[in-house]
């Protein structure tokens, strides 16, 4: 939502702005600058790009359209699931939870939380890793490491997108001064035309220079850094999986394991001590 709120004070500034100065608006449609621009924009994306970041930009926009699924509710209750998880495990053994692991659409325990099970990777993260301690066969430090590798590992595959967009918005500029120099080019083909033909000639090429610049800086930049946050918000949420994972295996109640997921949280998501003691706690006992 705020990437179209953005978008519409963008032109709205723009154009009122450019209005407001006598521009005519209707000069500034030149839709064969646009297929220039955005057409040799979209042949160098896919020329640069494997298929396979070209499909994860495809769904890494819409995503960013809807704005961040990341708030406090969510992690409120990422970290109830997790101390419900802990504390069957804690109480029965932790091949009790063996089940809830391999199939988690069975399972009552995670079924009570849809918003977690959405993220698909970070369930993928978690499960692996609770098959990993029911095995019993990794000590903390050896997980430690290894997860930290699969962070990294996803981060930087969840920033392809971004860094793709960016690469794209940094292009668009010059491929605006393309699109202007062949406008040019038409503008010089009829020099000898009367002097207000010549005149929006020479309008429309430099409208090709604007449209560049304006959807490089303004728009597709923009963009880039909003999937690049979400990249960073995704990585977080495992973080915080990972950190109550560890204080279990290092030998923490769950009460307290889920205290250090809540302390690496972003200040912004992160519920008050309270607020999570009152949570956890209260879903548990009014089961």
Do not use: C
Request: proline fraction near 4%; hydrophobic fraction near 50%.
């Amino acid at each position: 939502m705020m990437i179209i709120i953005g978008a519409v004070i963008v032109l709205a500034s723009v154009l009122i702005g450019y209005a407001a100065h006598g521009g005519n608006l209707a000069i500034l449609w030149q839709p064969y600058e646009v297929l220039i621009i955005f057409g040799a924009a979209g042949g160098g994306f896919l020329i640069a790009n494997p298929w396979k970041v070209t499909k994860q930009v495809m769904a890494a926009v819409p995503q960013a359209m809807k704005g961040s699924q990341f708030d406090k509710e969510l992690y409120m209750d990422l970290l109830s699931m997790l101390y419900e998880l802990f504390q069957k495990a804690q109480r029965e053994g932790l091949l009790a939870i063996e089940e809830d692991v391999d199939e988690p659409e069975n399972s009552e325990l995670f079924q009570k939380y849809p918003n977690v099970m959405k993220h698909e990777a970070a369930m993928e993260f978690l499960r692996d890793y609770l098959r990993l301690m029911v095995g019993g066969s990794m000590n903390p430090f050896e997980l430690e490491n290894l997860m930290d590798i699969e962070i990294e590992t996803h981060h930087q595959e969840a920033e392809l997108p971004a860094q793709a967009i960016n690469r794209t918005a940094d292009a668009l500029p010059g491929f605006g001064i393309i699109a202007a120099l062949l406008g040019i080019v038409i503008a010089m083909g009829a020099i000898d035309g009367p002097i207000e033909q010549i005149g929006k000639l020479v309008a429309a090429a430099l409208i090709g220079t604007f449209t560049g610049i304006l959807a490089g800086y303004s728009f597709v930049g923009p963009l880039s850094n909003a999937i690049e946050h979400q990249a960073r918000e995704k990585t977080k949420f495992m973080e915080t999986i990972k950190v109550v994972i560890l204080a279990i295996l290092n030998g923490y109640k769950p009460v307290l394991a889920v205290e250090f997921g809540r302390k690496v949280m972003y200040e912004s998501e992160r519920p008050t001590f309270q607020e999570l003691e009152d949570r956890v706690k209260g879903r548990v006992n009014t089961e």
